[in-house]
């Protein structure tokens, strides 16, 4: 019991971590963007996985889902996700 009890411990630490540093990630996303395309809300930022993006810090298209509900325009290279 004692066991399972330290795993979800760490595990409860790692979520709060990955939340910080997702925080951290969406800030500096943001500060990279020209203010016409930087999203209302940290949070309104898709980092998508499936698709090369050569001018995004992250290498995949990144995506405002507030105003891009289809998620078809990438902030930063403009590429349509159906490619």
Known sequence: MKDVKELWMVLVFLRARKREVEGRLQEAIINLLPEDKQPEMPWDLFF????????????????????????????????????
């Open 48 to 83: 998508g996985t499936a698709w090369d993006c050569p001018t995004s810090p992250t290498s995949h298209c990144v995506y405002d889902r507030r105003k891009d509900l289809a998620l078809d325009r990438c902030l930063f290279c403009g590429d349509p996700a159906e490619r």
